[in-house]
């Protein structure tokens, strides 16, 4: 009987794990973005035709010169991509290196959109069919990866950049350039 | 109070019409987004790996089934990369690496899943077990 009443509060027990369980994992925010799987892993091999008239092209020996940087993955037709123009001018002011590529985008578009929002790239590759992007692992635009100067992606930031994640940005960096 | 009910009618109307959600690049779908491959064998192979990719873009939805540009650049990808002779788990295995298991469809036993395949096996031994001793008793 003693032994019985045990195994039934272990029934209960065991219920209650489970219904906890079940709670905490679905009260979880759900997550929108899938994340790059390839943080610490070396930039996959590259490389880019310029996408406007205004800056080479990049190829992924071009971020692999013993100089941090940040890869900003952008394109002209998308909203977000105009709305974070400010905060990479001011990580450009504040002496971050950025280099960008610009998905499935003419050049004529691009040209436009640098002309109206800011070019604060030193390169910029075109991607027609967004194969470096996948390369990546990158889930859309605009992104900014962290790329220290041995060509390891450090750091991932998705979607647009705001003026909290300036600084952040600016601490990865300097973190990839020690 | 009837041309109020137009204008009420018309601005129902243009709120039903399709608006573009988000604006859209204007180049050509990549190559092999929507072109068959030349073997029907390979083509074949593609398919079935397509059906079993998730978009990127539109989570819930397989690259096979998606028309948003990157399901599109996705397929290209697949497309080529088995028409290049790469086998599907290798294309598939490439992105994994990339963006994690959850870009594919088909479960894999790995260090977080295990226990989904474990846990019907033990439970599956348990009842045996109880079973045997019940049944066992009543002899």
Redesign the interface.
């Known amino acids: 009987m003693i032994r019985l009443r045990w195994s039934l509060w272990l029934v209960v027990a065991l219920a209650l794990a489970i219904f906890v369980l079940f709670f905490v994992q679905l009260s979880r925010p759900k997550e929108e973005f899938?994340?790059?799987?390839?943080i610490g892993q070396p930039l996959p091999a590259f490389a880019l035709e310029p996408a406007a008239e205004s800056r080479p092209g990049l190829s992924s020996a071009d971020l692999a010169d013993g100089q941090p940087r940040l890869l900003n993955v952008f394109?002209s037709?998308?909203?977000p991509c105009a709305a974070e123009a400010p905060q990479l001018a001011a990580l450009e002011q504040q002496g971050a290196q950025i280099v960008a590529v610009a998905?499935?985008?003419?050049p004529e578009?691009v040209a436009a959109f640098l002309e109206a929002f800011g070019n604060p790239f030193t390169r910029i590759g075109a991607d027609?069919?967004?194969?470096v992007?996948?390369?990546?692992?990158s889930?859309?635009v605009p992104e900014t990866f962290v790329i220290d100067g041995q060509g390891i992606i450090r750091y991932q930031h998705i979607g647009d950049i705001a003026d909290r994640d300036v600084p952040v940005l600016l601490e990865q960096l300097r973190e990839a350039g020690g | 109070m009837s041309r109020f009910l137009a204008a009420a009618a018309a601005l129902l109307f243009a709120a039903m019409a399709p608006v573009p959600a988000t604006a859209q690049d204007r180049l050509p779908p990549a190559p092999y987004a929507d072109r068959q491959l030349a073997d029907p064998g390979q083509e074949a192979e593609a398919r079935a790996l397509m059906e079993q990719l998730r978009c990127i873009t539109c989570q819930s939805q397989s690259i096979a089934d998606s028309n948003a540009p990157m399901a599109g650049d996705m397929r290209h990808q697949v497309r080529s990369r088995i028409a290049a002779g790469e086998s599907p788990e290798s294309v598939r295995a490439w992105l994994v690496e990339r963006y994690g298991d959850y870009v594919s469809y088909e479960p894999r036993i790995g260090t977080a899943t295990w226990p989904l395949f474990a846990v019907p096996a033990v439970l599956l031994v348990i009842v045996l077990l109880i079973l045997r001793r019940r049944l066992g008793a009543r002899r």
């Open positions: 899938v994340r790059s799987a390839l394109a037709w998308c909203v998905i499935r985008d003419r578009d027609p069919i967004s194969e992007q996948l390369a990546l692992g889930s859309g």
